[in-house]
Each structure stands twice: as structure tokens, then as C-alpha cells.
């Protein structure tokens, strides 16, 4: 299972408040499509993230993404509620996140990874850090090395063709 955080990863952390009370974020479409293949190649994918957001909730449904988990301050306690639905273990699931709440997350699961313009505690304790910036095509690039490293980039790219 890839799990991520939202602002900073799935996004480049900036939030733009509209003067009706609007929240605006900017969301990667290669981000998207990496979300995407991890889908079709069978391998769960959700958010954890301390932040509630209509704008959130509606990317994350137009992903397929089920796994959405908002305003959640212990990010460690929502890990171990998904590992015993889904019956995992912290060592199979990949974790990104960017910032100090997602330091425990990080810290127990088998494959943290961070983005390029984390927080340097953070960037510290990943296994790997992306090239990409968060919000930038980080995302993708975490989606790729999961499938490349299970064996199921090159079949998931053939079918493109």
C-alpha cells in the first residue's frame, strides 16, 4: 500500500484562501496518472493528512482513491487502524510525507520517502528523497519507483502503447 500526505506532497503546500472562503490547491496531473497506474497495477493507495478540504475530497474521488483520511492530528494511530482493516503489516506499506506530523508515520512503516523540499528532519529518516518538488511530480516519480520495483512499470506502460 502507498499512503501519502496532502500538502507538500500531493501539492506544493501553498493554500489560497478566495475571499468567498474558497480553498484553492494545485494538484500535478502526472501526480494523477502515477496515482492511476499504482491503481491499475493493484496496489492500494490513500492520504493521510492533518488538513480537512473539500478540494481534497473531491481530487481524491476523481482518483478512485477510497483510502481518504482528513483532520487526522496522530497520524500514527490512523496507520494502525488501516493496517488491521487491511491486514497489513508497516512493512509493506511506502509512506511520503514532508513535514514533522508525518515524522512517526514515517518512522514505522517499511519504505518512507520524502520530497525534495521537506522539512530537514524529515528528509533525515527517508529511505530516498524524490527530485521532484512537492505538488511537482513527485508523486509520479514515487508511483514509478513502487512499480519499477515490484516488477510492473514495464506492463503498465505497454499498455499506453
Given at each position: 500500500m502507498a499512503l501519502f500526505d496532502v500538502d507538500g506532497v500531493l501539492t506544493d503546500g501553498r493554500i489560497i484562501l478566495g475571499p468567498d472562503g474558497g480553498e484553492?490547491?494545485?494538484?500535478?496531473?502526472?501526480?494523477?496518472?502515477?496515482?492511476a497506474m499504482l491503481r491499475a497495477a493493484g496496489i492500494e493507495v490513500g492520504i493521510i493528512t492533518g488538513r480537512q478540504s473539500q478540494v481534497v475530497a473531491e481530487r481524491m474521488s476523481e482518483l478512485g482513491i477510497e483510502e481518504v483520511h482528513q483532520g487526522v492530528r496522530d497520524k500514527s494511530a490512523k496507520l494502525a487502524d488501516i493496517l488491521k482493516r487491511n491486514e497489513l503489516k508497516a512493512q509493506q506499506?511506502?509512506?511520503?510525507?514532508?513535514?514533522?506530523?508525518?515524522?512517526?508515520?514515517?518512522?514505522?512503516?517499511?519504505?518512507?520517502?520524502?520530497?525534495?523540499?521537506?522539512d530537514p528532519r524529515v528528509l533525515e529518516v527517508a529511505a530516498a528523497v524524490t527530485d521532484a518538488g512537492g505538488g511537482r511530480g513527485a508523486v509520479r516519480e514515487v508511483c514509478e519507483l513502487i512499480l519499477e520495483a515490484n516488477g510492473l512499470l514495464a506492463d503498465i506502460v505497454a499498455a499506453y502503447r
Open positions: 484553492y490547491k494545485c494538484f500535478d496531473v502526472r501526480d494523477g496518472q502515477g496515482i506499506v511506502c509512506y511520503v510525507g514532508d513535514d514533522l506530523p508525518d515524522l512517526s508515520v514515517m518512522l514505522s512503516v517499511g519504505l518512507p520517502l520524502t520530497v525534495r523540499d521537506a
